[in-house]
């Protein structure tokens, strides 16, 4: 069985084939890190985690790169408004970032690079578009030639004819044509900058990810992947700079995920329908929310509200205590057997692995595992109700959905409430670490504590707690 996804580039379902056999060059555009990400930012880094996480299960080593935007006109707003540096604020939110997405079951990138730590290349990356012509110096800023790359307009498909249309020169650009895109932007009096051969500025958001994923992974990537909103501009302008400045395929292929609309409206805070993942964890599983974006396949639109995810929350638990039900079986000594003769069983099991696989085999269709894994479930029951089980038949269908399950990224047991004692035992841990002036052990029992609902109050009779 092959692999088969969909490529925005060409918009028809595509072979995989890697640029070489058995590894994956795999770039996401990761957050602009100015604030606590919303529930529509959630479903790149769950999506494309799946994605990995399956051509690591097909035998592929991926090298996954998804970079931070940690300096840009959001952060700098962000900071003033704050009273904080655009560093702080940056800080704040990766660690935010970080803790949300792992709630949600992603994986941790190979590498997660940083503009601010990356200017070097990004200054020289500039550099070698103005020698080639691609790129022009105006008034302390640098801006594209986008006319000058004879192919822009490819994978948005659009003739650059139509895409002059209402296009145009705002107050205060120096650009030459109202096409062309900023590459670097001068600092403005009070912003933060460094230092550049055009005077003192930082990058347009664009060049940033061009240049990173050349030096993480070389001129030429396997897949290029994030929101279907970054398709145009920003991954059409990446294209542009990098094959302008490399002469070659940026990416083969390039994979985007459909919107989230809240209750049938696009979300927006005007709207009152702004949910942040920070919130929502608190109060569902975050498993649950990583089941329900990968219920609808990837390239789709997705539709959230309550009553959705009180479904969804439904069949999730319908398969958790389907195998809650294998494992208690496997740990009652009653009516169990170490051989079996019914090789139906093992049959079916493999007949379910193999449809799951055939279907994330076609562009990482989601949905339909997920009904496979339903099937799975179906057949555990049947099984678990027979009046003598075999511990081998038990054994692979357990195998089967944890392996199934670790492909999706979805945990088959909730996260166990803390009991009294066990948050006793931290708060004395916090109470020693105190005295021993160990405050950053003290800080993040407080903070685990915290994300498990539970709030630390320290009076001067000691420390008490309650549940939030």
Same mark, same amino acid.
């Given at each position: 069985?092959t692999?088969?996804?969909?490529?925005?580039?060409t918009?028809?379902?595509?072979?995989?084939?890697?640029?070489?056999e058995g590894?994956?060059?795999?770039y996401?555009c990761?957050p602009?890190?100015?604030n606590?990400?919303?529930?529509?930012n959630?479903?790149?880094?769950?999506v494309f985690d799946?994605?990995?996480?399956y051509?690591?299960?097909?035998g592929?080593?991926?090298?996954?790169?998804s970079?931070?935007?940690?300096?840009d006109d959001?952060?700098?707003?962000a900071?003033?408004?704050?009273?904080?540096d655009?560093?702080?604020?940056?800080?704040?939110?990766?660690?935010a970032y970080h803790e949300?997405?792992?709630?949600l079951g992603?994986?941790? @990138?190979?590498?997660?690079?940083?503009?601010?730590e990356?200017?070097?290349i990004? %200054?020289?990356?500039?550099e !070698? =578009?103005i020698? #080639?012509g691609f790129a022009y110096?105006s008034?302390?800023?640098?801006?594209?030639?986008?006319?000058?790359?004879k192919?822009?307009?490819?994978?948005?498909?659009?003739p650059?004819e139509?895409?002059q249309l209402g296009?145009?020169?705002?107050?205060?650009?120096?650009?030459?044509?109202?096409?062309?895109?900023?590459?670097?932007?001068?600092?403005?009096?009070?912003?933060?900058f460094?230092?550049?051969?055009?005077?003192?500025?930082?990058?347009?958001?664009h060049i940033?990810?061009?240049?990173?994923?050349?030096k993480?992974?070389?001129?030429?990537?396997d897949?290029? @992947?994030?929101?279907?909103?970054?398709s145009?501009?920003h991954?059409e302008?990446? %294209?542009?700079q990098?094959? !302008? =400045?490399t002469? #070659?395929?940026f990416?083969?292929?390039w994979l985007?995920?459909?919107?989230?609309?809240?209750d049938?409206?696009?979300m927006?805070?005007s709207?009152?329908?702004?949910?942040l993942?920070?919130d929502?964890?608190?109060?569902h599983?975050?498993?649950l929310?990583?089941?329900f974006m990968?219920?609808?396949?990837?390239?789709?639109?997705?539709n959230?509200?309550d009553e959705?995810?009180?479904?969804?929350k439904?069949?999730?638990?319908?398969?958790?205590t389907?195998?809650?039900?294998?494992?208690h079986?496997?740990?009652s000594s009653?009516?169990?057997?170490?051989?079996?003769?019914?090789?139906q069983?093992?049959?079916?099991?493999d007949?379910?692995?193999?449809?799951f696989?055939?279907?994330?085999?076609?562009?990482?269709?989601?949905?339909?595992a997920i009904?496979?894994?339903?099937?799975?479930?179906?057949?555990?029951?049947?099984?678990?109700?027979?009046?003598?089980?075999s511990?081998?038949?038990?054994?692979?269908f357990?195998t089967?959905?944890?392996?199934l399950f670790?492909v999706?990224?979805?945990?088959?047991?909730?996260?166990?409430e803390?009991?009294?004692e066990?948050?006793?035992?931290?708060i004395?841990k916090r109470?020693?670490?105190?005295?021993n002036?160990?405050?950053?052990?003290?800080?993040?029992?407080?903070?685990?504590?915290?994300?498990?609902n539970?709030i630390?109050?320290?009076?001067?009779?000691g420390?008490r707690?309650k549940r939030?």
């Amino acid at each position: 069985m092959t692999i088969h996804l969909y490529n925005t580039l060409t918009r028809q379902k595509e072979k995989f084939t890697p640029l070489e056999e058995g590894k994956v060059k795999m770039y996401v555009c990761g957050p602009t890190v100015y604030n606590y990400i919303h529930i529509g930012n959630a479903r790149p880094p769950i999506v494309f985690d799946t994605v990995r996480r399956y051509l690591e299960y097909r035998g592929y080593e991926v090298n996954y790169v998804s970079n931070f935007t940690d300096v840009d006109d959001k952060l700098i707003k962000a900071a003033n408004e704050l009273g904080e540096d655009v560093p702080t604020i940056a800080e704040r939110f990766i660690a935010a970032y970080h803790e949300d997405v792992s709630a949600l079951g992603c994986k941790q @990138a190979t590498v997660h690079p940083r503009v601010t730590e990356n200017m070097d290349i990004i %200054i020289e990356f500039i550099e !070698a =578009l103005i020698e #080639k012509g691609f790129a022009y110096e105006s008034g302390g800023d640098v801006y594209y030639r986008t006319r000058e790359f004879k192919e822009y307009g490819k994978l948005s498909h659009q003739p650059i004819e139509d895409l002059q249309l209402g296009t145009r020169i705002e107050v205060g650009e120096k650009k030459q044509d109202a096409l062309d895109f900023v590459l670097w932007k001068a600092a403005k009096e009070g912003e933060i900058f460094w230092e550049s051969p055009w005077g003192k500025g930082r990058p347009g958001w664009h060049i940033e990810c061009s240049a990173m994923a050349r030096k993480y992974l070389g001129d030429t990537i396997d897949i290029h @992947a994030g929101g279907q909103d970054l398709s145009f501009p920003h991954h059409e302008n990446e %294209i542009a700079q990098t094959e !302008a =400045l490399t002469g #070659k395929t940026f990416a083969k292929y390039w994979l985007h995920n459909g919107y989230i609309n809240i209750d049938n409206e696009k979300m927006s805070k005007s709207l009152g329908n702004f949910i942040l993942v920070h919130d929502i964890i608190k109060k569902h599983d975050p498993q649950l929310i990583r089941f329900f974006m990968l219920s609808v396949h990837y390239r789709h639109p997705i539709n959230y509200n309550d009553e959705l995810l009180e479904s969804t929350k439904n069949g999730l638990e319908r398969i958790r205590t389907a195998y809650s039900n294998l494992k208690h079986r496997m740990d009652s000594s009653a009516n169990l057997t170490e051989e079996s003769d019914d090789n139906q069983w093992f049959e079916k099991v493999d007949a379910l692995k193999k449809e799951f696989i055939s279907v994330m085999d076609d562009d990482f269709n989601t949905a339909n595992a997920i009904s496979v894994l339903f099937d799975l479930a179906k057949q555990a029951n049947l099984y678990v109700s027979e009046k003598n089980t075999s511990v081998k038949v038990l054994q692979a269908f357990i195998t089967q959905f944890e392996e199934l399950f670790g492909v999706l990224g979805v945990a088959l047991t909730e996260e166990a409430e803390l009991l009294d004692e066990e948050i006793e035992a931290l708060i004395q841990k916090r109470i020693d670490a105190r005295k021993n002036r160990d405050f950053a052990t003290s800080d993040q029992i407080r903070d685990e504590l915290k994300e498990r609902n539970i709030i630390l109050e320290d009076t001067a009779q000691g420390t008490r707690w309650k549940r939030g």
